[in-house]
């Protein structure tokens, strides 16, 4: 199979500035790869993630070191043992995907074997700031039925209680992107009870994690920046309840859909998450999306714009995407 790999940066502007505990960004950057063969296309995009070392410079490099083998008709099982798992094999790994789906006619769900994709509901995100700007965030989003809510900070028991005063009906997920530590995590594990939080996502930062053995947890506690891949799951046993899958970090739906299937064989519930990126980074996660307890998937709903054709969103409701989309 004769191919030809182009690669290209976009940015799209967000809606408002989107806030974390490691920092603000008002524009999403990724990188889209396009592999075209027989006058067919097949895309993928990935969101370079400085937490992981990764710039967008150094994943395009990633990706054009492997455009002879690309273009020679690289295989996905062979680009598993060629390039490790981060953006650039996810970018690459869901182009192929997509460019078999139509090569082959056959939608990737069921190329993977998956169930066919249906609408889901997925979280908000509300992002991190002062409890009033927080729970003024929350009283519009309101209506939604999960928001998650963006934490990591001295004074998160006060963020949680105001948004859930303004948010009384939605259910809650927290995110504290590594941003407690051992001598908060049982206060705020408290706080997040009294709220009715349904999960929390790392709370403690990868490799400082041990404290999450020691202390009942109350409310259950998620993986995300301590999981990567498969070879990442020995390391949460007794730590963590869930995983949070993010293509971007497994490098791709093959290693995703393997990801899942060791971890439910552990025990730990799934949690489908994306970084902030466009439909085309969605799509590839929502053949996933109904092994899990909670869907993270609203990036478009953070940008100023997505991409046409993207996915259809209604309210929280996400549907599958169309071929013209991916897959």
Not at 108 to 128: C, F, N, R, V
């Amino acid at each position: 199979m004769a191919a030809h790999l182009s690669v290209a940066v976009e940015r799209w502007p967000l809606a408002n500035v989107f806030t974390i505990a490691r920092g603000s960004k008002t524009e999403a950057v990724v990188v889209v790869v396009e592999i075209v063969c027989d006058g067919l296309r097949g895309r993928g995009e990935c969101v370079p993630y400085a937490r992981y070392g990764e710039t967008v410079e150094g994943v395009i490099e990633a990706i054009e070191a492997r455009r002879g083998a690309i273009e020679a008709g690289l295989s996905r099982a062979a680009l598993q043992d060629l390039v490790p798992a981060g953006a650039a094999r996810n970018a690459i790994d869901c182009a192929l995907w997509d460019l078999e789906a139509k090569l082959t006619g056959k939608p990737a769900w069921a190329m993977a074997g998956l169930a066919e994709p249906g609408p889901l509901t997925t979280a908000y995100t509300i992002s991190l700031g002062e409890p009033e700007a927080m729970a003024e965030a929350a009283a519009k989003a309101a209506h939604r039925p999960l928001l998650k809510i963006k934490l990591g900070t001295p004074d998160d028991a006060a963020r949680i209680a105001a948004v859930r005063r303004h948010a009384p009906q939605s259910q809650l997920i927290i995110d504290a992107n590594e941003g407690w530590r051992a001598d908060n995590l049982a206060a705020n594990l408290r706080a997040c009870a009294e709220a009715g939080v349904a999960l929390i996502e790392q709370p403690l930062p990868a490799g400082d994690d041990g404290a999450l053995a020691q202390v009942e947890r109350i409310v259950p506690v998620c993986a995300d920046e301590s999981l990567h891949d498969r070879a990442s799951l020995p390391s949460l046993k007794g730590r963590y309840d869930a995983i949070n899958i993010k293509l971007d970090k497994a490098g791709g739906l093959t290693e995703a859909i393997a990801l899942a299937g060791q971890a439910r064989s552990l025990g730990l519930d799934l949690m489908i998450g994306c970084m902030v990126g466009t439909s085309l980074a969605m799509a590839p996660a929502l053949l996933l999306a109904s092994q899990a307890v909670v869907v993270d998937l609203d990036g478009p709903l953070l940008l100023a714009r997505d991409r046409d054709p993207g996915l259809r969103y209604d309210g929280s409701t996400v549907y599958p995407p169309e071929a013209g989309l991916w897959g």
